[in-house]
């Protein structure tokens, strides 16, 4: 069975300061793909990123970027000079990388940034 | 182009009742997912669709529970007997097609916020 755990419920930081956003997963899987997305107030799912488990190299994308660490089963998400609109739940995602796609979240971190 | 769409937005009903909630999938797209996201959680597989037929129903609750993809298209989700417990956003997503080997990604409705008194 498929698990992700994002143990931080909510995270508060001061506008401008880094934040980092932690995932751990389970499977039993020796393929899967990892995802982040972003849950703004609006409450539609926005995808950030889709990593697949053979690609261990960490991204960057502007502010953000992702620490994937196989040894540790995790997947965090690291957020640079964070902005007011970052506030969002972001959750993190698990599937297997043959044939159903079907998505297992995690319970989501609540962001705010404080201005 | 269009996204996922859902409707209604918004459903109150009350408990007992039956309640259809439709998802109308980005044009082509043959694989089609329902989730659902209860209060302060992320969200909770359903039902998965491979054109018309249903590959993967492991994630409905019980069999008050049920959906259909008729025509490989739209997709109606339908509960029957509502129980206050089923109160939660219910989410559509869809995606060319789930093929072995390759990943596409699933884009989301706005959902549907069901509401049972």
């Known amino acids: 069975a498929q698990k992700v755990t994002q143990a931080q419920t909510e995270i508060s930081v001061v506008e401008k300061e880094d934040v980092t956003l932690d995932c751990v997963y389970e499977?039993?899987?020796?393929?899967?793909?990892l995802f982040w997305y972003k849950q703004p107030p609006s409450g539609e799912l926005v995808f950030l990123i889709r990593r697949n488990s053979f690609d261990e190299q960490n991204e960057i994308s502007g502010r953000y970027s992702w620490n994937f660490q196989k040894s540790t089963s995790s997947f965090n998400f690291t957020i640079t000079a964070s902005q007011v609109v970052d506030s969002a739940v972001y959750f993190c995602?698990?599937?297997?990388?043959?044939?159903?796609?079907?998505?297992?979240f995690g319970t989501g971190t609540r962001l705010t940034i404080i201005p | 182009g269009a996204g996922v769409s859902q409707t209604p937005s918004n459903k109150v009903t009350e408990k007992g009742k039956y309640v259809e909630l439709r998802c109308d999938p980005i044009s082509g797209h043959t694989a089609l997912y329902w989730y659902r996201q209860s209060l302060g959680q992320g969200p909770e597989f359903l039902i998965y669709f491979q054109g018309t037929g249903a590959a993967d129903d492991s994630g409905l609750p019980n069999d008050r529970f049920f959906a259909v993809r008729p025509e490989g298209s739209v997709s109606t989700l339908k509960i029957q007997r509502t129980e206050r417990g089923d109160s939660a956003v219910y989410l559509c997503?869809?995606?060319?097609?789930?093929?072995?080997?390759?990943?596409?990604?699933?884009?989301f409705g706005p959902g549907t916020r069901l509401t049972v008194l």
């Open positions: 997503a869809s995606s060319l097609t789930a093929r072995a080997g390759s990943y596409n990604e699933q884009f």
């Open positions: 995602a698990l599937s297997e990388a043959f044939g159903n796609e079907k998505l297992t």
């Open positions: 499977t039993r899987d020796t393929t899967y793909y």
